[in-house]
């Protein structure tokens, strides 16, 4: 008897999966294929062509993939973060984070073209909440969030998490990390409810509403919170920490070190956006955009003005930085952050810069999306990096992440139990 197992059956979407076949032929070729259908019925699929061992047994773990699927080598994980969506421009979001993502391992006969004989299929799920992890819509006010509390008693660390230019309001990074641990508000700010349709301006004063009700939630551990921002979150966060109070650390994954996209009003301030050129768009052959060299410098000219006053802010940095990110020169910004701060005599943040990785880098296993539309720009965009290694990025830069809010939000030092 045949029998493909994925072990154990269910598992939260940033855990390794082991997949394990077994009953095969000494020595057979079979071709393994993994299949996920997103919430707007999308379908993203990947494959890989592998030889059993003597015993019959194939294990993922211990055998490499061969040439012509989606991946060769030991890539235990390979199927996951190989996945392609069968529409171009798609990228994988999980909308519902109630709800796991279900994927099908099917295994078939030889290495030919799919579809061959069919020997086993087996159906998977991958979660977003731990048991016991609180989910809570948040309407305080003008806040628009969701608060995911981690089970067992508080006070715990606490996390906002804000997306780039996509809108609305994702909810599965911050998901996740409370099941690491911390007290995480997934915070929307445009394209949600009653919040802004578009981005013109942002007002800094809703973002502090969401700071304060962090700060003084009963199951939040003081005496500061985290943020965490990817792309135009990133500079959102910036700014948050550079003006307001109670913010000890903030982590940007690919964010700005300047303004963009909108005007930014905190009091009688005004940040202006960093300045364009369209004319900087380069489109390939297949009609795709690539935008990195579409903003300007903001260290030239009247553009210095959108540049954030980083050197106000009283907590830790961290910059997540994929070297090969088509979105911005997301390096570049990292390197003038910490310039700006050294030059005003505060603490040189940390940068981790990853080689091959792109511009979303996402929490572990999330396949890389190489290209999709462009909110802002009206078209595709190609977003850099190369599959292999944004995905060792994803799983490098995840440990980091709450390594950092871990040292810097819950004083993590020895502490001695009353014996």
């Known amino acids: 008897t045949r029998d493909l197992t994925a072990v154990p059956l269910q598992l939260l979407f940033d855990e390794p999966l082991a997949i394990v076949v077994q009953g095969l032929c ?11 259908q997103d919430e ?26 061969l040439p012509g699927g989606s991946f060769a080598g030991l890539e235990p994980m390979g199927l996951l973060w190989s996945l ?51 989910r809570i819509p948040v309407r305080e006010g003008r806040i628009r969030a969701t608060l995911f509390l981690p089970p067992g008693d508080g006070p715990f660390p606490g996390i906002i998490d804000i997306y780039g230019t996509g809108g609305g309001l994702p909810e599965y990074r911050a998901s996740l990390l409370a099941n690491h641990g911390f007290a995480t508000l997934a915070l929307a700010y445009y394209s949600y409810e009653d919040l802004p349709k578009d981005m013109k301006e942002f ?25 965490l921002g990817i792309s135009k979150g990133g500079d959102l966060c910036i700014s948050m920490a550079s003006f307001l109070k109670g913010i000890t650390a903030t982590v940007t994954i690919n964010g700005s070190v300047a303004n963009v996209a909108a005007v930014l009003r905190y009091k009688d301030i005004t940040i202006p956006p960093l300045g364009i050129n369209l004319k900087r768009i380069k489109i390939d052959k297949s009609g795709i955009a690539d935008i990195v060299d579409v903003l300007n410098n903001p260290l030239e000219g009247p553009d210095h003005q959108s540049f954030i006053p980083l050197e106000k802010a009283e907590g830790h940095f961290l910059f997540i930085v994929g070297k090969d990110d088509h979105n911005w020169k997301s ?37 890389m999306c190489s290209a999709s539309m462009h909110l802002l720009v009206g078209s595709p965009v190609i977003w850099g990096g ?5 995905s060792v990025a994803q799983v490098d830069a995840w440990q980091k992440i709450q390594a950092f809010f871990h040292k810097h939000l819950s004083g993590k030092q020895c502490v001695r139990g009353n014996l």
């Open 26 to 36: 000494p020595q057979q070729a079979v071709t393994l294929r993994l299949s996920l």
């Open 40 to 65: 707007a019925g999308e379908l993203f699929q990947s494959c890989a062509r592998y030889q059993a061992e003597s015993s019959g047994k194939l294990d993922l773990t211990s055998s490499p993939a």
């Open 84 to 134: 392609q969506p069968q529409k171009p421009f798609r990228r994988l979001v999980k909308r519902d984070v109630q709800s796991p993502f279900c994927l099908e391992l099917e295994v078939f006969e030889g290495h030919g073209p799919l579809p061959s004989r069919l020997l086993a299929r087996s159906a998977h799920e991958r979660g977003f909440l731990r048991d016991g992890v609180r």
């Open 203 to 227: 007002h800094l004063e809703y973002f502090e509403e969401a700071v304060n009700y962090m700060l003084q939630h009963s199951q939040v551990k003081g005496p500061g919170i985290g943020l």
């Open 331 to 367: 390096e570049f910004f990292a390197t003038e952050a910490s310039n700006r701060l050294q030059a005003h005599g505060k603490e040189k943040p940390e940068i981790v810069c990853y080689p091959g990785a792109g511009h979303y880098i996402e929490p572990p296993f999330s396949p």
């Open 386 to 390: 190369e599959p292999k290694a944004h």
